[in-house]
C-alpha cells in the first residue's frame, strides 16, 4: 500500500522559512515523480513543485520559483520542499503527491498524480 505523510508545517512571518517532508512507503520502484499541490480556502489546487525521481528532474511553479526547493533523500524515502522567503499568499494545506506511471513530473495538472498524502497547514502571518 503506498502511502504518503506529510509534516513540517505550521505558523511563520512573513519572509520566513519552512521546511516540508514527505515520507514515501510502498513504491515497488525508485523512478517515481512526486511532489507538492497546495490549496488555500476558496482558491483551486494549484502545483507548487515536483521531482522525477529517475533522474533527478525538478519544476516549479512561477509563483515559487527561487523561492522554493525541493530535493529528496533517497535512503530515507523522503522528499523536501524548502520554502523560503514566505509571502501571506503562499498560505495553504500542502499536498504530497506522487505516482509510479507518471516519467516526466508536472505542476499543472493535479489529476495525473495518484497518490496524495493528508496535508499539512502551511499559514504565513503578514
Known amino acids: 500500500e503506498v502511502q504518503l505523510v506529510e509534516s513540517g508545517g505550521g505558523l511563520v512571518q512573513s519572509g520566513g522559512s519552512l521546511r516540508l517532508s514527505c515520507v514515501a512507503s510502498?513504491?515497488?520502484?525508485?523512478?517515481?515523480?512526486i511532489g507538492w499541490f497546495r490549496q488555500a480556502p476558496g482558491k483551486e489546487r494549484e502545483g507548487v513543485s515536483c521531482?522525477?525521481?529517475?533522474?533527478?528532474?525538478?519544476r516549479y511553479a512561477d509563483s515559487v520559483k527561487g523561492r522554493f526547493s525541493i530535493s529528496s533523500d533517497n535512503a530515507k524515502n523522503t522528499v523536501y520542499l524548502q520554502m523560503n522567503s514566505l509571502k501571506p499568499e503562499d498560505t495553504a494545506v500542502y499536498y504530497c503527491?506522487?505516482?509510479?506511471?507518471?516519467?516526466?513530473?508536472?505542476?499543472?495538472?493535479?489529476?495525473?498524480?495518484?497518490?496524495w498524502g493528508q496535508g499539512t497547514q502551511v499559514t504565513v502571518s503578514s
Open positions: 510502498g513504491f515497488t520502484a525508485d523512478d517515481y515523480a
Open positions: 503527491v506522487a505516482d509510479p506511471h507518471l516519467f516526466d513530473c508536472t505542476v499543472h495538472v493535479a489529476l495525473l498524480y495518484d497518490y
Open positions: 521531482m522525477d525521481r529517475s533522474d533527478g528532474t525538478t
